[in-house]
C-alpha cells in the first residue's frame, strides 16, 4: 500500500489489517503518555484547500502521537490565492520531501492525480464528492468495536448523498466487510444509478425500522440556497432521525459535525444509540494506522534495520512497547 | 486543581504554589536549551474562538517548553462556523483525548460549563467579560518579583473596567496576595456594584499618587463606536497615565497590547517605571506553572512512576534538572 | 554571523560558507529520517506581516529539520491588526525569549530595525522590495549544484524589477559570487539608478541568446491595476520566456509561484532547462544552514560543552552523525 485515495483501491483484508493496526494504537491512546516513537523523524504535510479543522487536527494527533512532524498547508493565505495551479502547488510541496501529503480538496479525483505527481504517500482526505476514505475506515472500526462483526448488517445511509463524498466511501466499505447498504433520501438528493455500487435505494424511511444501523449524512446549510429541498423543515419533516424513528436496538452514526433539529434531533444525537462520539475517538487512531501502514509498513519493513547508529532504536521501534516517545 | 476556571477558586496558598513553580520555571527560561521533558506526551489543546495570537502563542510556548504537544484549533474555519454548538465543538475534541484545554470564548462561563462536559483539564484563556485568571497570575508573579510582596501595598486598576476580563481577575488576585485595589475611570466604563469585590471606586486620578502600583486597562478602539466615551482624546485628557501624571517611585503595568497615545502615553511605556514586557515574560513562566501543577502534578504525583519500561525517565523528571529536553 | 538581514552584509566567504554547510545539509534530506538534533531546545518564531505560505513552511520544516522548536505568528489575527505596533510586537515577542525570529514585512528596512530591539537572532524573509537574502543564497546554491562554479556566467534578470525584493538581493548575491548580471524589461518596472549595483540594463530581449541563466521574475497580478504596463498580454508579447526565446543551453530560474502563461510559458516550466523545483528544494537546506550558522555557529561554538548534564548530547552533537533526531 503506497497511497490511500479510495476505498475502492482496498480489499476486505487491507481494510482489516488497518483495523487491526488501529485497535493496537488504541491502547496507546488510553495511556498517560500517548506518543509512541513509530514515525519519528517522518514529516506530513497536511494541505488542506477546503477549510476543515475537525479533519485536519484529527491527522495532525495522529502524525504527532507517532512522533512524526507535521507540517500544516491551508491553501487560504498561500500562493494558491495567488493562482497557482495544483500541480506547481504539489511539485513545489514535494521539492520539501514530505512523506506523506494529507490532501483535502474539492475537486473528484485530485488525490490521484496528485499520486502520480510527487513520490511522497498520498492520503486522500476528502477529494470533492468522491471519496473520503478514512471516514469510511473509522465508521468501519467503530462499528467493529460496537458489534464484533459487521457481515450481514443491515445499514442505512439516509440523506444528503449526492453532495456526500462520505457516502460513497461508506456504501463500498461497509459492502466490503459484508453489510448490506440500503441508500435513503429525497429523490433529488439521491444520485441517478448509486445502485451500480450494489446498494439498496428508498426514497422514504418507511423501511427504516428493519436496519440495524442508521448512518445520517450532513445536510450542507450553505447548498440550501440551490433547491435540493423545499427547506430544512420540510427535510426535516420527511428524513430527520428522531425519537419516533430510531429504535432501542439500532446504532446511529454521523459524521459530524452535526445540525441539530435538522438531519438528527437533539434527543438521538444524546441517546445511548449514538456512536458519534466513538466515531471520532476512531478517527486518530485509524488515521494513526494508515499513516503507520503507508510510512513504516510498506516502506520500511523493519524500521530499525536502517538506523543502526542510534543505539536505542532497537528498543524503541517497538511501536507498541512500554516506552514513551521522548 | 484540576482546572484553572477562575481566580476565585484559588487561596492565597494556590497562588503562592503556582508563583513558586513559575519562579523555579524562570531558571529554564534563562538558559541556552529552554526545555524541560516534564510533559513530554502529553496534548494540549488550544480552543480559541476569538482570535489572540498573543495570549495563543504565550500557551504554545509555555507547552512546548514542558515537551508536550500542541495542537491549535481556531474557531473560525472549523466546523464552528458551520453552526456547530460549544458542546459538540468540545465533545468532538475530547474524542481526541487531550490532557488539557485552554480555552478563550466571548462567553462568561463557558470554561467552567466545558469543564463538566469533558475529563480533560481546562484552562481558562479569557471567558468573555468574566476572568482571565492566568493573567492575574503573571501580574502578581510580576508584582513579586518587583516588590518582593505585595502584602498592603497600593493598586490603581484604570480605565475600561466594564469590558475587561483582566480587571474582574485582577481585583481578585491582588486582594488575595493583601493588596488594596481602586478601580478608577469614567462612570460609563465601571460596572456598578464592583464595590462589593471589595475594592474602592474613583472616577478621577485626583488621588492616584496614592497608588504604589498603576494598572492601566486596555481602551477597545473597536468598542468606540458604542457610546461609552465622548472620544478617544477626552478620554485620554482625563484619564491616560502618561508623565504628568505617574510618579517616579510608582510601577506602571499594562496587559498590553498598549494603544500608545490612548490609555498610556508613548513616554511611560518606555519609561523605568513600566514592567510591561516583565509581564509578558512571566506569562510563558506562570503558564508554564499553571500546566505543570494541573498535568504533572494532581494528576501524577510521581511521573516516573508509570513509566518504568524507559529507562531514561528517573533522571529526566526531575523537572529542573541539568538535562535538556531531547 | 549574528543576523542574516541583507546579501550586502554577505562578502563571497560568507557566501560560500554557507553553501556548504547546505550541501551537507542535503545529505540529511535524502535519508530516510531527516532530522538531526543541532537545534534541539532552541525556538524559532515566524513573524509573518504578509501571507507567504511558501516561505514560512520553508523555514519551518529547515527549522523542524534542525529538531528546533516552531512558533508561527502571523500578524493577522493578531495584536497587530489591533493597531500595535512592530516596535511593541516585537518587544512583546522577544519576552518570549525566542532564539531566532523570521521575519516577513511589507516595509523595507524592518529587519534591520527589528535586529536592534531585541536579542534574537533575525533572518530577514522579505522586507517589502528591499532585500530577500534566504531566495538569493538558494539561488546560489541551485547554481552551484548546476555549474559547479558561477564565475563568469552571464545571468540575465527578467520582469518587474521594479517590485522585486528579489532582484535586488540576487544581483547582489550573483555578483559576490563572480556573474555578470544584466537586468531587462519594461522601462516602467525597471528603477532608474538600478545601474549602481554595477549590473547592465536592457529594455529589449534581443541579446537574451547571449545569456547563460535567464530568471525570470513574478508579474504581480495584483498591481496590474496599476499601469506599469498596459496589459498582461502586453507583457508576455515582450517579456515572456517561452520556448522561442530560451535556447537548449540556457539554465531557466523563477522563484515561485510561477504565472504560467505570463512570465514564462508552460511549456519552459517543464522543460530540462527550468530548475525552479531544484530551487525550492535548495530553500530548505540552504534555510538549514542559515538557521545553524546563526544559532549553532557563532553563539554556541561547541554545542555540546555547556551541556554536561546530558550524557547523550556528545554522541549527538555530530550533526551529520548518523544517529537521527529523537
Redesign the interface.
Known sequence: MNHLLSIEDLDREAIERIIAQAERFSEV?DR????V?AL????VLNLFYE????TR??F??AA?RLSA?V?N??AS?????????LK??V???S???PDAIVLRTPWAGAAELVSKWCSAAIVNAGDGKHEHPTQALLDVYTLRRRLGQIDGASIWIVGDVAHSRVARSNVLAFQRMGAKVTIAGPPTLIPRGIEQLGCEVRYTLDELPSADIVYALRMQ??RMSETWVPSMREYAAWYQINARRLTARQILMHP?????GVELSGEV?DSPQAVI??Q??A??VVRMAVLYELLAGAR?PRPAA?????R??MAETSVL??????
Open positions: 491512546s498517560e503518555i500517548k506518543k516513537p519519528r523523524g517522518r514529516m477549510a476543515s479543522t475537525r487536527s484529527s495532525e494527533l504527532k512532524d507540517v498547508f491551508a493565505g498561500s500562493s494558491v490565492e495567488k493562482g497557482e495551479s506547481d502547488t511539485l513545489t510541496l521539492a520539501h520531501k446549510h450553505e459530524g459535525p452535526v445540525n441539530r444525537v462520539t466513538a471520532v475517538e478517527g486518530v520500511e536502517d538506523r543502526p547508529a542510534d536505542s532504536t512497547g512500554g516506552s514513551p516517545s521522548r
